[in-house]
């Protein structure tokens, strides 16, 4: 069955996911979403969540880079993602990468464009985050932002000083697209602020080497393809953990807690140590299993 990346080629969360479809070599589709809201299609396959990216293979929905990428790996195990063979660790990283690391990015990008973001981008991130979009704030912030972006990329440079390719050695996994994605961010939209790493010792051809990883077999989806698939496909068999058993079938909402906390409705169908799947049925997509993280989603049965 196809893999179809809901995403748009400017998302960073998406380059993550891309270069370890590209590690793997994988053939898969990008299915474009739109940057801001509405976003009716995606929204007919995961109920309510409306992050990039969001991967889905037949009636199965997975939300969150992070979650996508234990997917692809428990799927398509070679070559692992997991080179160093430490897969915990390796995705631990998401919660540096992911959230202080971004930040930075985020701060020095935004800042540094200042008034020239697009009013609807504006609101539309105003809305997802519930915080006001301050561009002479975020201006004022540039300096730390690019201090603490350098903060960053220097660990990234001080675990290249052996002279390994790769962060893991001489082979690229999951830890690389990782620490890759955020630079790559502030190169492609605000390069000005790349001047903050550009110069660290080794960090530019490991980047280099990183991009080189390519994104796979990559073809053009269309979101009418995806609402299709979905709706020819029944959702892989789930299995639910012991310990979830009182929940079995219940009615559950689930949700992001940081930002984008749309609740996704549903019966809970399956669970694991790291993930939920919830089952709901939509008048466009039929039968589709939701799967999200653990790891920054929080989980609540309807009495
Ligand atoms: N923890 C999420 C974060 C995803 C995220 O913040 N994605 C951004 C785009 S890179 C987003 O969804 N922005 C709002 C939007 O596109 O609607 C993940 O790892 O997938």
């Known amino acids: 069955m196809t893999i179809l990346v809901h995403q748009y080629d400017s998302s960073p969360f998406s380059e993550k996911v891309r270069i370890c479809l590209g590690i793997k070599g994988l053939s898969w589709a990008a299915v474009d979403q739109p940057v801001i809201m509405p976003k009716p299609d995606l929204l007919a396959l995961t109920g309510a969540y409306r992050r990039i ?7 199965d929905i997975y939300c969150d880079s992070v979650l996508i990428v234990r997917e ?7 070559p692992t ?6 897969p915990g660790i390796d995705q631990a990283l998401a919660q540096w990468t992911d959230r202080a690391f971004f930040q930075a990015a985020v701060g020095v ?3 540094g464009l200042g008034d020239a973001v697009d009013p609807a981008f504006r609101a539309d991130r105003e809305q997802l985050s519930g915080q006001p979009f301050n561009p002479a704030a975020m201006k004022a912030a540039v300096p730390y932002m690019a ?12 675990q290249l000083t052996d002279g390994r390719a790769f962060l893991s050695g001489e082979r690229p996994g999951l830890v690389d697209a990782s620490a890759f994605y955020n630079l790559w961010f502030v190169r492609s939209f605000h390069a000005p602020a790349a001047a903050a790493f550009e110069d660290l010792p080794g960090l530019m051809d490991w980047y280099d080497r990183v991009r080189g990883i390519g ?14 698939a979905a709706l ?24 992001a807690t940081d930002y984008g906390r749309d609740p996704i409705r549903g019966r809970l169908v399956g669970s694991s140590p790291y ?3 919830i089952a709901r049925d939509d008048p466009r997509a039929g039968r589709v299993n939701v799967h999200v993280p653990r790891l920054g989603f929080s989980l609540s049965a309807s009495e």
């Open 232 to 255: 020819n496909a029944a959702p892989d068999e789930p299995s639910l953990a012991s310990a979830d058993a009182a929940l079995a079938n219940r009615e559950v909402t689930v949700a």
């Open 72 to 78: 692809l790996e428990r799927r398509f195990p070679t």
């Open 215 to 228: 994104h796979g077999d990559r073809r053009t989806g269309t979101r009418e393809e995806a609402i299709a």
């Open 53 to 59: 990216p969001v991967m889905q293979i037949g009636a």
């Open 109 to 111: 990008i935004f800042g």
């Open 81 to 86: 993602l997991f080179p160093a063979g430490t």
């Open 147 to 158: 201090a603490q972006l350098r903060a960053h990329a220097a660990l990234i440079s001080e």
């Open 275 to 277: 993930h939920w799947a």
